[in-house]
């Protein structure tokens, strides 16, 4: 909910739909995924396609797949802890115990879902027979795909750099009266990856020259974001960008997958810490 609450432009949140979808169709996903995929006993290839079964029961259409594919061994690692551990060891833990099983049933979830641009792929396809652990194949594609490269790196990229800015973000605007630090905190978190990272959504939809000019686009008002004191007088540029890149028909959706599966490690390492 604050993700969606968040500013994110060219992406859906509560200040303005975009690309066919509804915050209230996000809304109807989690509501449907939140239990399937936090049940216990199942293995992470299970919690991935049976949330994508709810998804797809309830709005019909991809809302979440890369936010589930992420999300699926966090709270994997976080249903299975070993006291030893913190939640990244935990998770390390997870991505190496990865099955050949869990593969397969990934690659039918993402069929099912459905991505824009999935295309095909010249090593370990996910529309032919899945040979390898859900790691390897994630690793095959992590050159292409952001959220496959946390698969293969141990979400290096939330735990190191996403989630010290939310951080940040939250400690320095968490006193002023009328801010949800931790919403406007998102938005930071959304802004940092749309400026390092070529988004992988945007690369399947328009190619790397539009993600990269995209990228040139964020780090412009991600630098004005950084340095301000009040992130509501951000708004105004923030929405504007927004109206500018969903008229253009670009949605940075991995860079909001991020933001979630930031968010969500926030959330564990909070419980974790009670």
Not at 231 to 255: C, E, F, H, V, Y
Request: proline residues 3%; aromatic residues 6%; hydrophobic residues 50%.
């Amino acid at each position: 909910m604050a993700e969606l609450q968040a500013i994110k432009p060219g992406n859906v949140h509560v200040f303005a739909d975009g690309h066919g979808m509804t915050v209230h169709d996000f809304i109807k996903s989690a509501d449907a995924t939140a239990e399937l995929i936090s049940q216990a006993g199942l293995t992470v290839g299970e919690r991935i396609l049976q949330a994508v079964k709810a998804t797809q029961s309830a709005v019909g259409m991809n809302t979440n797949l890369g936010l589930i594919l992420l999300c699926a061994p966090l709270v994997h690692a976080a249903l299975s802890p070993s006291t030893e551990l913190d939640l990244a060891q935990n998770l390390a833990r997870v991505l190496d115990e990865l099955s050949v099983d869990d593969g397969a049933l990934t690659a039918q979830a993402i069929l099912l879902a459905k991505p824009a641009g999935l295309g095909r792929a010249a090593k370990h396809d996910v529309q032919a027979e899945i040979g390898v652990n859900l790691k390897q194949l994630m690793a095959a594609a992590a050159d292409r795909d952001f959220i496959a490269w946390q698969y293969a790196n141990n979400y290096d990229a939330i735990f190191c750099d996403a989630l010290p800015r939310f951080l940040t973000a939250k400690q320095a605007w968490q006193d002023q009266a009328k801010v949800n630090s931790e919403v406007w905190a998102a938005t930071a978190v959304y802004l940092a990856f749309l400026a390092r990272h070529p988004d992988s959504h945007i690369v399947r939809k328009h190619g790397i020259d539009i993600a990269q000019a995209v990228c040139l686009e964020a780090q412009a008002i991600e630098a004005d974001y950084a340095k301000t004191d009040n992130p509501k007088l951000m708004q105004t540029p923030l929405l504007k960008w927004d109206a500018s890149l969903k008229q253009r028909g670009i949605n940075p959706g991995t860079s909001a997958d991020l933001t979630v599966a930031t968010l969500l490690v926030y959330q564990l390492q909070q419980l974790g810490s009670a």
